[in-house]
């Protein structure tokens, strides 16, 4: 917990000085008066972050090194801002001064249970397949030419990668401490408590806590490993909640509403038409002639998705990976345009056979605890995609009181959705949508002229979230020292108490089970290049994955049907790993 606390604090220090530059900086050139908490401060630095940092790593690898420059950034800017420093602290202490002992009690919960949920990491496909030796790579190198060609899912270039690389402290625990994805969802939840309370307890803004409630405890898993999908979907859920409550913020926070979902683009692709909200905000812009601000918000726009093209032009030789479609380039360390067709195939039929699973989940009842929680998850998602559009019907012709940016929801969510069942509609990459979909349903059904307050009611749905909260980690850490015989005492295997220091990796968890195999063979290129093969299985007998270390690491096609570019197919482009690869000619 040590190391997860450390990074938390690391984080929040850069991303809350970024964000308070931002923000500064756009309402003095700007002439604006906006002004944001900390959960949205903390957003805009987390994508503010990203402009400085991908332009280093187009030279120099995103390392310890550029963690101490951003620390020292930070500190800088409120050594100069001292004024603005005392006036922040004096506001969160007033704050803070307004919630009583339990309600702190309730901030406090979600904070420590997730840290102590993260403690043990569990080994998805994607993490040990690609994620953990991709963000390795953005640690140890600055972009890679061709890198792709290595395993072409690091074309997929998510900026998730190059923030985890920052925030990494191998170089103080000795391995990487994966804990930026939870940090946004503790600051998530942090602000729906804080608007349950100060709401007086509004019955909206409960139901919010119940459904995120449900998010959080059907996607876990993507919480307890490294994710691509976790960040933009946590992020959306919590704009759309926060206009479906606040419609005026599509007026009052320009700079939250149009770059964050811009710079989510960067972490999933498939979250784009999310950008229809800063459309509509760049529409209410235009129409109040805010063009100063227009032009200011399209520049630092532009330039995060640019560098993060330039990137994939790099790592690929595509603008935008896996799209053939868009082939601008003819540099010679382009992925053969077959991996990418065989990857968007993959993608598209991956989805629909997971699609197809809920179906026949949903048709083929079990009385089994994971069954039930299956066809009660699985039926409210198709139910939602029928029911949603029928409220909007009803709403629209009987609650002429509702604001019209709810309708304007509707199509941002319907459009998400639509190019989601294009792409592969695997729920896992889309799961913030989905829940954001039956919050709006539950919204539009539940709003009123006047709203409904519940003190009762949200007090003991507040306390019921604490209990479950705390029970969750306690529980989680029982399980898995039994599933890994973490109790017992063995010889070259870390003692159960460590993880109070920090969190046990996957690897570290089958080590303790006697489950890893250590096997690892050296690949040479040629005499001054070479790179591990893997023969280490995920379980016994289980296909073989990468870890953060040996690196670099790779599997070889031959052990991996979803490989369609062998090693032994490319080629160094010059005496070093920086000078990246190539297709052999």
């Known amino acids: 917990m040590f190391a997860v606390t450390i990074s938390w604090i690391v984080i929040t220090i850069v991303f809350l000085s970024f964000g308070d530059f931002l923000v500064s900086f756009y309402n003095n050139i700007c002439k604006q008066n906006e002004r944001y908490g900390l959960t949205d401060t903390f957003l805009l630095g987390m994508c503010a972050t990203l402009i400085p940092l991908s332009i280093s790593s187009l030279w120099l690898p995103t390392n310890k090194y550029i963690l101490l420059a951003s620390i020292i950034l930070s500190i800088t800017y409120w050594v100069i801002r001292r004024n603005r420093l005392k006036i922040a602290t004096n506001e969160i202490r007033n704050r803070i001064k307004r919630f009583s002992v339990w309600q702190l009690f309730i901030f406090a919960v979600p904070v420590l249970s997730l840290m102590a949920v993260i403690l043990w990491q569990i080994g998805t496909f994607d993490s040990l397949f690609y994620h953990q030796q991709n963000i390795r790579w953005n640690e140890e190198y600055a972009v890679v030419p061709g890198l792709g060609n290595v395993e072409h899912r690091f074309g997929f270039n998510s900026n998730y990668m190059l923030l985890s690389a920052l925030f990494s402290f ?61 960040i933009p979907n946590v992020v959306s859920f919590y704009i759309i909640a926060r206009l479906l409550l606040y419609p005026d913020d599509f007026k009052n926070k320009l700079l939250l509403l149009i770059f964050v979902p811009v710079s989510l683009v960067t972490f999933k692709l498939s979250i784009a038409p999310l950008c229809l909200i800063s459309l509509y905000a760049v529409i209410i812009g235009f129409k109040r002639k805010e063009i100063h601000s227009l032009v200011f918000l399209a520049s630092i726009s532009f330039t995060i998705v640019a560098l993060w093209m330039v990137r994939n032009v790099i790592i690929t030789g ?79 012709i009987k609650k002429k009181y509702l604001n019209k940016a709810a309708y304007f929801i509707f199509l941002v969510l319907a459009a998400i959705l639509s190019l989601w069942f294009k792409g592969g509609p695997d729920p896992r990459f889309a799961g913030g949508i989905l829940f954001a979909l039956m919050y709006y349903i539950i919204f539009m059904v539940l709003s009123a002229k006047k709203e409904i307050l519940l003190p ?78 893997s023969k280490s299985p995920e379980v016994p007998n289980g296909r073989f994955v990468n870890f953060d270390d040996p690196f670099p690491c790779t599997v070889l096609k031959e052990d991996d049907q979803m490989k369609y570019q062998d090693i032994k197919d490319i080629e160094p482009r010059g005496s070093s790993l920086q000078k990246g690869f190539r297709p052999k000619r």
């Open 456 to 533: 009762k009611a949200g007090i003991t749905v507040l306390a019921i979230f604490a209990l479950i909260l705390i029970y969750w980690p306690i529980a989680r850490t029982e399980r898995f020292a039994n599933m890994f015989a973490l109790k017992d005492e063995k010889d070259g295997v870390r003692n159960i108490n460590t993880a109070l220091y920090r969190p046990f990796s996957y690897r570290e968890l089958l080590k303790s089970k006697h489950a890893y195999k250590d096997e690892f063979h050296l690949y040479h290129f040629n005499k001054d290049i070479s790179i591990y093969v």
């Open 318 to 396: 595509y603008l935008i990976f896996p799209f053939n479609t868009i082939d601008l380039f003819s540099v010679e360390w382009k992925i053969p345009d077959y991996v990418v067709v065989e990857e968007l195939d993959f993608i598209y039929t991956c989805g629909i056979r997971t699609f197809g699973d809920m179906y026949w989940v949903l048709t083929h009842w079990q009385f089994a605890p994971q069954s039930i929680i299956n066809w009660l998850t699985y039926a409210a998602y198709m139910s939602s995609f029928i029911i949603a559009p029928v409220v909007t019907v009803y709403c629209f």
């Open 170 to 230: 191998r170089f103080i625990f000795g391995e990487s401490i994966y804990s930026l994805h939870v940090l946004v969802l503790v600051f998530i939840i942090c602000w729906i408590i804080k608007d349950i309370i100060q709401s007086g307890y509004e019955l909206k803004r409960v139901v919010l806590l119940i459904v995120f409630t449900g998010y959080i405890f059907i996607f876990g898993y993507s919480f307890t490993a490294t994710s691509t999908d976790a």
